[in-house]
Each structure stands twice: as structure tokens, then as C-alpha cells.
Nanobody
Framework: QVQLAESGGGLVQGGGSLRLSCAAS????????VGWFRQAQGKEREFVAR????????DYADSVKGRFTISRDNAKNTVYLQMNSLKSEDTAVYYC??????????????WGQGTQVTVSS
């Protein structure tokens, strides 16, 4: 019983930075692992990053490792995705999801509506 809402997307120049937020409702949110996924136009959904309920463990897709950082603030019911050194290849709709742990996203119970990130070259 968790509802998620992404924010922070927009248009940014290549090499720039953007921070996405995933705000959750529901007191059980802090007990859920959370993942970020993205889907570019005409392409399949792909894994971006994930974080455990405690924030002690994080994983990243090879394509974003070293550039993106996932974190969470359970007191604020929010998970963040800090994106640095953005490339045109990062252009996609970004989704946060909770209640799963797979790289495909198929086992996640809750999903946000997504936020558009467009990186201009």
C-alpha cells in the first residue's frame, strides 16, 4: 500500500546535472527496497539503480555507474537519484518502483507515473 510520485525531470544540457525525487505515501515505505528504471522512446525498460530499505546496499547499471547516485531519506519518505555528467543517451522517462529487487522490474509492486528527462547535445 504505497503510492509513488516522481519529480525533478526536465530539459538539461549534456554534461549537466539533475536530481530526481521519488516521494512516497504510506508508513510502510521505509521497509521497501526501491529501484529506478527508465524507458527511452521505442526501447525496452531498463534498470538504472536500486537501494535496500536501509540504504546500505546500492547497485547501478554499468551505463550510469560513476555518474548517478541513488539515496534515500526514510524520514522524508523520499528516494533520490542524483544524475551527473548527463549524456544524450540518458534521455528517457524515469520511473521509481518499490517492493521488488529484480533488474527487470517485473517483481516490483508499486510504480510511479514517471518523469521525463531530456538531455540536449
Amino acid at each position: 500500500q504505497v503510492q509513488l510520485a516522481e519529480s525533478g525531470g526536465g530539459l538539461v544540457q549534456g554534461g549537466g546535472s539533475l536530481r530526481l525525487s521519488c516521494a512516497a505515501s504510506g508508513r510502510s515505505f521505509s521497509s521497501y527496497a526501491v529501484g529506478w528504471f527508465r524507458q527511452a522512446q521505442g526501447k525496452e525498460r531498463e534498470f538504472v539503480a536500486r537501494i535496500t530499505w536501509s540504504g546500505d546496499t546500492t547497485d547501478y547499471a554499468d551505463s550510469v555507474k560513476g555518474r548517478f547516485t541513488i539515496s534515500r531519506d526514510n524520514a522524508k519518505n523520499t528516494v533520490y537519484l542524483q544524475m551527473n555528467s548527463l549524456k544524450s543517451e540518458d534521455t528517457a522517462v524515469y520511473y521509481c518502483a518499490a517492493g521488488g529487487w529484480s533488474f527487470t522490474g517485473d517483481d516490483f509492486k508499486y510504480w510511479g507515473q514517471g518523469t521525463q528527462v531530456t538531455v540536449s547535445s
